[in-house]
Nanobody
Framework: QVQLVESGGGLVPAGGSLRLSCTASGHTFRSYALGWFRQAPGKEREFVAS????????YYADSVKGRFTISRDNAKNTVTLQMNDLTPDGTAIFFC?????????????????????WGQGTQVTVSS
């Protein structure tokens, strides 16, 4: 059974930092793209960041570029999202996702229907 488990969420003041981690079990994803998405209250889920199987390609939503960094450790089957300079509009549930391939096209790497496996999410709350 494939499981993705996120951790690291919490309450942080505006301007602060958080580091989210996601660990996969039941399957090895070292050959597949991994991503982070988020869903703010009353809004649809949106793309945040993705990383190719070998880490060579990363994509970010415009709203987080320069502040968030995605990385992966294939030996540990984990993906991490370092979030700096958080803003109150960043309050959301963050979801880790894993694909069953590693698309090269950006349009595919950022699309949620590219990802077959999803974690339960971790809450990030940014106070003003």
């Amino acid at each position: 059974q494939v499981q993705l488990v996120e951790s690291g969420g919490g309450l942080v003041p505006a301007g602060g930092s958080l580091r989210l981690s996601c660990t996969a079990s039941g399957h090895t994803f070292r050959s597949y793209a991994l991503g982070w998405f988020r869903q703010a209250p009353g809004k649809e889920r949106e793309f945040v960041a993705s990383i190719s199987w070998n880490g060579d390609s990363t994509y970010y939503a415009d709203s987080v570029k320069g502040r968030f960094t995605i990385s992966r450790d294939n030996a540990k089957n984990t993906v991490t999202l370092q979030m700096n300079d958080l803003t109150p509009d960043g309050t959301a549930i963050f979801f880790c996702a894993a694909a069953t391939h590693s698309p090269t096209a950006q349009s595919l790497a950022i699309a949620d229907n590219t990802y077959a496996y999803w974690g339960q999410g971790t809450q990030v709350t940014v106070s003003s």
